[in-house]
Structures are given as C-alpha cells and as structure tokens.
C-alpha cells in the first residue's frame, strides 16, 4: 500500500500536462487622431531558443492564456487584467520556447496566489498600473534555461531601446505562433503618447516605432518588455485591431517597483512563519501511522 501511495504522488508529479491555446488579447482601446504612416501586418522574429529565460506563459486551467516574467525563484509579473478571475486555477510554465509540445526544459509550477496593483483599474477607456505578481506554489529549478530577469534601477526614457517576447498573433485572424518571437521597439514620451491615448497616467507608457511593421497582439499580453536584463514594462493594450500604426502601451515595471517588492517580501516573511507539508508528506505519515498503531 505504501508504494502504491507513493506512485500515485510520483503520477501527480510527473504526468505532462496537455496545454491547449486560448491566448487573450492586449486591451483594445479606440485611438484618438489618424494613424501614422507605415501600416503594415504585425510582425515579429522567432526568438533563438530559450535566449530568454525569464519568458513565462501564464496557463488557466490548461489553456495558455498570457505572458509573464520570472522575476525570482518564485514570482512572476503579468498583466493584472489576465489574472483577473480569483475562480480560476492559474500555473505558469516556464523554459518554454516551443509550447505546442512537452520540452524536457519546461516547468510548470501552480501559482499559489495572485496579487493584483491596488490602483489597477480598468474603465471602458482608461487602463491603470495593469499589472500583477504571481507567487508559485514551489520554487523554480534554476538553470541555463529558466532564470529571472532583474527589477529597473531606473525608469523608462524616450527613445529606451526594448525587446518584447512572447507567443502572439502574427495577424488578427490567424493561428498564433507556438514557438517564442522577439521584436525591436523603443519608448515615446508620455506627451506624444497622450495625443493617442489622453487617458494615459505615469503607471503606463508607449512604445512605436514608425517603420517597424511589428506590434503586440493576442498572446503577448502579460509578457515582458525588456532593457539590459531588467523587465521595464508588462504588455498591457493596444489600439483596436492591433494596428501597428498606432503605439502600444505597457505598465511601467519601474512604477510599481516598491509595490512589487513590498508584496515579494511580506509574502516570504509569511511563508517562513508558517509552512505546511505537502500532501504527499502527510500520506506518508497518515500511513506510518496506520501502520505502526496495531503495534502500540
């Protein structure tokens, strides 16, 4: 009896989930003026596997619904918006590249809670500090593959280089990437971004490029935004129809920085007050006990 317990934890363990896509699109919000010139196909690159290892995909009961970044070894920021519902059960998989398929790099791990930006908010057309932290039920195995990317020292500037990952569409309508994509942009300043989105506050900001043909779409919401190793914004909307013609708004990672780490820190501080063994531990003892009892 005591091994077929400890086969059937080995089973939860170890059986591959089977994923499906479900991906959920950036907020579609209504720009304001004419686009700009340039109106291409969104667009992107296949990223070089697991050249980004802080890459996540935040999963809803099986379905791939959002990005996210590892920001240690057990937290994840994504989109508040993605994470929204509390009924759902959340995971996150991790040194994913090709997700249509088991790698033996992947890892997923159960989020044991959300925590949502307390000034999030969402109007019919305004976004505010969309962004979450997802703490995992375990601690990641680190490697070369899976690794966390850093928190901003500094805030995003005009014309800041980034690099945006993640599964999305390579056009409305059509079946999303399975494999990661990577794509070049850099950050406008809050006044040219307001001529598009007024609404805007210092919790979010722009990225455009003019000549690129690329922007984020369903599937890249939640995911990172990158500069040096350090995750600058959270992919948050876009305007309606994924138009590359217009810019593309994140949460400002450097913004919510001190929430961020307050919530890391309170939650571990909680955690080593108080730690409860897993359920295969108390098998494990449930049937020591039965076992040793009629001998007492």
Same mark, same amino acid.
């Given at each position: ?127 505010? &500090? ?6 995992? *039920? ?5 490697? %070369?593959? /899976? =690794?966390?990317?850093? @928190? $901003? ?67 890249? &919401? ?6 040096? *190793? ?5 992919? %948050?909307? /876009? =305007?309606?129809?994924? @138009? $590359? ?52």
């Amino acid at each position: 009896m005591v091994l077929l317990f400890a086969v059937l934890c080995a089973c939860a363990v170890a059986l591959e989930p089977d994923f499906k896509f479900d991906w959920t699109p950036p907020l579609e919000v209504i720009p304001h003026g004419p686009p700009r010139a340039h109106v291409r196909l969104v667009g992107g690159s296949e990223a070089v596997p697991h050249k980004y290892p802080y890459q996540a995909a935040v999963v809803r009961d099986l379905y791939f619904i959002c990005g996210g970044a590892l920001i240690s070894d057990q937290f994840v920021l994504t989109s508040a918006y993605c994470v929204r519902t509390s009924r759902s059960q959340y995971s996150v998989l991790l040194g994913g590249h090709n997700v249509s398929g088991w790698e033996e790099s992947h890892q997923n791990i159960y989020v044991e809670k959300v925590f949502l930006h307390p000034n999030y908010s969402l109007y019919e057309v305004e976004i505010s &500090s969309d962004i979450a932290v997802l703490k995992l *039920n375990t601690k990641i195995n680190m490697s %070369s593959k /899976v =690794s966390p990317i850093d @928190l $901003p020292s500094n805030n995003v500037h005009l014309g800041m280089p980034l690099v945006i990952t993640g599964w999305g569409y390579s056009k409305r309508g059509v079946k999303p990437f399975s494999v990661l994509q990577e794509m070049s942009t850099s950050a406008i300043g809050q006044c040219q971004c307001k001529q598009t989105f007024p609404w805007l506050d210092s919790s979010m900001f722009c990225v455009y490029v003019p000549e690129s043909p690329s922007t984020i779409c369903s599937g890249d &919401s939640g995911g990172p935004a990158a500069y040096n *190793n350090s995750v600058m914004g959270i992919a %948050s909307f /876009v =305007s309606k129809g994924c @138009l $590359p013609a217009y810019p593309q708004g994140f949460t400002n990672v450097y913004e919510a920085k001190d929430w961020i780490e307050n919530v890391m820190e309170e939650s571990e501080r909680t955690a080593s007050g108080s730690s409860l063994p897993s359920p295969c531990t108390l098998l494990v003892l449930f049937l020591v006990l039965v076992l040793v009892y009629p001998f007492l």
